[in-house]
């Protein structure tokens, strides 16, 4: 399990983008296994915190106690994403037509926020400390850091199990990493406190961190805004998708094209097909739902297809939504 952790401190970071592009689960992953599994983390988590604020109470150590308060927003992110995936999980009914899906996008976004909000703090305590530092218990710091280092690759070797396609579990993920990543650097700190006195570390530490906390909580609120805003997947070009489908043999055109992700992982699509007369609607139907599919992963579509009289395109859609994309010439058409 160490072996595994250790590796996801190059893993975890990795582009946002690469990873938000799959669509479904890609490894197969349910609900009930993510609750599992992030269930197990909260209860490391939790035990840790409870344990770093009674030594801390112990030893007299405000710098024990504020950490155990940090261990709270982590324990809450999982919380959150535990609560989000729950709802999520909720068959559509009444006005909420999709569920609450993204119930799972709101618990990430706020797991965005809260990062950035800690950053802001970190930056601001390690800049004070830097220009007048306080005396740090190297020891006692080093020790507690170790321990933690232990929870949390525990804690985040848990959560890798789960789905990290969902940004729900990622937001999760992001949080548990990044608290991993303070304890190496607190531990690096607590070290060269001891050894050399230089109590500056601690702040040197402090915000490196702050830097990868942003660099994490940036990536969670700029995914979770793409899909609030409806903003297509980001491996589907909508305009090379529109010129393909427009394409096809018997397609005069494709307007009101749209396409965008109800969760992360999960892309729907709606578009306005206008068929040639002489073409057949359902065949030419059937051709655009399997270069979706087979080309694009796209399974939950919404097509409205329909013949254009004599070559005329002015009798649908007068005011179309985007870009109008042209068939080729009868005859030039690729199916």
């Known amino acids: 399990m160490v072996g595994d952790a250790l590796s996801l401190l190059h893993r975890g970071t990795r582009s946002y983008g690469s990873r938000m592009g799959a669509h479904g689960h890609g490894h197969g992953v349910g609900a009930a296994t993510d609750r599992r599994w992030l269930g197990l983390a909260l209860g490391l988590i939790v035990a840790f915190m409870v344990g770093e604020f009674v030594v801390g109470l112990l030893a007299g150590s405000l710098a024990l106690i504020s950490d155990s308060a940090h261990m ?57 400390r830097l220009l007048s530092p306080p005396q740090v218990a190297g020891l006692l710091v080093l020790v507690t850091a170790l321990v933690g280092i232990v929870v949390n690759l525990a804690a985040t070797w848990c959560i890798s199990r789960a789905d990290r396609s969902s940004l729900n579990v990622e937001g999760a993920f992001q949080h548990i990493l990044n608290d991993l990543f303070a304890f190496v650097a607190t531990a690096v700190a607590g070290l060269v406190v001891l050894l050399t006195g230089f109590d500056r570390a601690d702040a040197i530490a402090a915000l490196v961190v702050a830097a990868l906390m942003i660099k994490a909580g940036w990536g969670l609120v700029r995914e979770s805004g793409r899909i609030f805003l409806e ?82 395109l002015d009798d649908h859609c007068a005011d179309p939504h985007g870009p109008v994309h042209l068939g080729e010439q009868v005859g030039d058409a690729t199916p």
């Open 231 to 312: 903003a297509a997947p980001r491996d589907v070009d909508p305009d090379a998708l529109g010129a393909r489908l427009a394409g096809i043999a018997g397609v005069a055109e494709v307007h009101d094209l749209h396409v965008w992700e109800i969760t992360s992982g999960q892309a729907a699509l709606s578009a306005h097909v206008l068929v040639r007369p002489e073409a057949d609607c359902h065949d030419v139907q059937r051709a655009i739902e399997v270069v979706l599919r087979e080309e694009h992963g796209l399974s939950h579509t919404t097509l409205q297809v329909d013949h254009c009289e004599d070559e005329s």
């Open 72 to 128: 709270l927003t982590d324990a809450a992110s999982l919380v959150l994403a535990l609560v989000a995936i729950r709802l999520a999980a909720r068959p559509a009914r009444g006005g909420y037509t999709y569920g609450l899906r993204r119930a799972e996008i709101l618990s990430a976004q706020a797991n965005g926020i809260t990062l950035l909000l800690l950053a802001v703090w970190f930056v601001y305590e390690g800049i004070e």
